[in-house]
């Protein structure tokens, strides 16, 4: 073989070895590009957002529509988990004993600032255990009545549970629930003593009250109100200061001679109390997005409830509703005679 012909596969050799290289290392450099960014999605962990009630109930419905929203912002997926119990108190124990990394949310009302009034042993203190993220939705809560109950005005309504006593049994998706204040209300505007039916939600005492084996519950709007639409149960009276619009035919608790009862309910996010203030910050961030989008805003409504006002989202307005409703809560428990002896 001629020195030119041995010269020119020695190039072509060299040539080809070189574009070998070059593929390798454009491999290796893909390789790597696509592990880091694997490792940066695996390292987005999964949100769990901890409702102390049952599915299906009014807390429930609030948590999965903030939910989803957050979860867009956030850029990682957020599991709804329902641990239902002794009032919220089993899923508070769990949030408060939680890794404080912005990984563990819970969602609650007015139960949570309750449980010290109502359960003797809790293994964390309420005021201390959790970070306030901010305010969610805020509204009325409405009695409601079994279809076939046999009193149909407001007026034979008192009279019945008056004559009734303790035959009465008033439903609630648990002690401390906005539905249990609402009915302490109640007992102690009309000087009577229901029967008392606590739940583990709002959604299965719903079930009972359409089944006709309750006569009465106390819910928030967002779980009355297609019951009330669908004709499965006969709405009583609305605790707020006026008529809730998807339900016009419905008089408030004033109208119906029982001012007294004028109970409102709101939700809140909370997270571990070590919770880098950064990290709640982002939350409530999210939050605030959710609540500020059109569409989230037009199902409240529906649901006969509203975010609170802008000046009213931040963590500090958060901290101060938290302490204010504390005290008035413990009062209410208080004047009403429950003691924490009798909680289960």
């Known amino acids: 073989m001629s020195t030119m012909k041995m010269q020119n596969m020695t190039g072509i050799a060299g040539r080809f070895a070189a574009r070998c290289l070059g593929a390798a290392a454009l491999a290796l450099a ?47 997926t957020i599991i709804v988990e329902n641990v239902a119990g002794a009032g ?14 912005g990984n563990t949310i819970m969602i609650n009302q007015l139960a949570l600032l309750a449980a010290p009034s109502l359960f003797p042993n809790l293994k964390f203190d309420t005021r201390t255990a959790f970070a306030p993220v901010g305010l969610v939705n805020t509204g009325p809560t409405v009695i409601v009545a079994r279809k076939n109950l046999p009193a149909t005005s407001p007026a034979e309504l008192i009279a019945w549970m008056r004559a009734s006593g303790e035959k009465v049994t008033f439903g609630h998706g648990g002690l401390g629930t906005s539905g249990h204040l609402c ?17 583990r939600g709002g959604a299965p005492a719903m079930n009972d009250l359409m ?5 009465l519950l106390c819910d928030q709007s967002t779980n009355t109100i297609p019951q009330i639409s669908g004709a499965t149960v006969r709405g009583v009276g609305v605790t707020g200061p006026v008529r809730l619009e998807s339900i016009k035919d419905v008089p408030t ?31 409530n961030a999210a ?14 409504d529906q649901l006969g409830s ?5 000046a009213e989202r931040s963590v500090a307005a958060h901290q101060a509703l938290f302490d204010r409703e504390f005290v008035s809560i413990e009062t209410l428990l208080r004047e009403a005679g429950v003691k924490p002896a009798e909680a289960k």
């Open 30 to 76: 893909l390789t790597l590009a696509l592990s880091a960014g694997s490792a940066q999605a695996q390292g987005a962990r999964n949100i769990t957002l901890v409702v102390p009630f049952s599915a299906g109930g009014s807390t429930d419905v609030i948590a999965r529509l903030v939910a989803e929203h957050m979860s867009r912002s956030l850029g990682q």
């Open 88 to 101: 919220g108190t089993i899923a508070s124990e769990r949030v408060a004993n939680a890794a404080p990394d």
């Open 183 to 199: 009915g302490l209300q109640l007992a102690k505007a009309l000087q009577v003593s229901p029967n008392f039916v606590p739940y």
């Open 211 to 215: 089944g006709g084996t309750l006569d």
């Open 253 to 283: 608790t004033a109208e119906i001679g029982v001012p007294a009862v004028n109970l409102s309910v709101w939700h809140g996010l909370y997270v571990p109390k070590a919770t880098p203030p950064a990290m709640v910050e982002k939350l």
């Open 287 to 300: 939050l605030r997005g959710a609540v500020a989008d059109p569409a989230v805003v037009a199902r409240l």
């Open 306 to 310: 509203a975010p609170f006002p802008e």
